[in-house]
């Protein structure tokens, strides 16, 4: 596997594939890499010739108060996992590389990124879309790999894909979940023991509202009511959001529609927020 640290070093690699007819295949990730990512990377192989993995903290999805600074990071045990998966090259821009002093411009989607996660991290969405739309000018892939454990960050994206003409098939990876059912995150490095048992109410909340879908019960309110009700029994959570929404334009709905809802929970669990979802 080839490591591009500079953003002329990728673009001329990507003019390169792109010259020669090869299919790209990229895997955007901010590193800590677990199964969930290494999925990602496995499914990126089955969908272009060349896979690329960037690996960057994007400082500016992060909110004032947030974990930018203590975020994971293990850049020689990503490489290696990014290696093993399959990858063929990873590139991993310096921060200044992509935000050198008086950057000013920005990517902001105004419709699918307001609700949910937009309301309590106001400024996240328009550094995913700015940075994807940056790596995507950069990497020039064919595809991009994109996990549903963050559904609205898709919705965001395949979003701004079509409103800004960007030649970029999205492709979503299903949840990767540990034995206990909690999605893999770089964050569950955060969980002390106890916490870890609050965060598996989460998956097993979601188990609960799927099956009381699947006996028939439709109604948003009831549904939200039973996981709020589930998720209030841990003292070590807080709920931030729990909402049962379109999956393209995350609108709240008021009854299910089969195949066509999210049920998207947000939770603190203590200091840790997380979140998930669950098709209904
Ligand atoms: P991150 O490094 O957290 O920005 O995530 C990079 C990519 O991996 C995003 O597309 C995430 O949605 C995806 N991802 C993170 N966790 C999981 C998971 N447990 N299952 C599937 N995809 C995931």
Redesign the pocket.
Known sequence: MQTLDSVSAMQALAGELRAAGRTVAL???????????L??IRLAATRADVVVVSIFV?PTQFGPNEDYTRYPRDLEGDLAKCADAGAHHAFIPTKDALYPPGYSTYVNEESVAKPLEGVSRPAHFRGVTTIVTKLFNIVQPTCA??????AQ??AVIRKVVTDLHLPVEIVT?????DDDGV?????NAYLTPLQRTAAAAIPQTLETVKSMVAKGERRAERLTAEATHLLSQFRQIRIIYIAVVDPLTMQTQREVVPGNSLLAVAVWVEETRLIDNALL
């Not at 790999?145 to 963050?150: S, V, W």
């Not at 990876?173 to 979940?177: E, L, W």
């Not at 999605?183 to 964050?187: K, T, V």
Request: charged share 20%.
């Open positions: 895997v955007p990730t901010m590193g800590a890499l677990h199964e969930g990512h999925d990602l994007n790999i994109f996990g549903q454990k963050d960050q898709v990876a299903p949840t990767t979940r999605a893999l995150s770089s964050r």
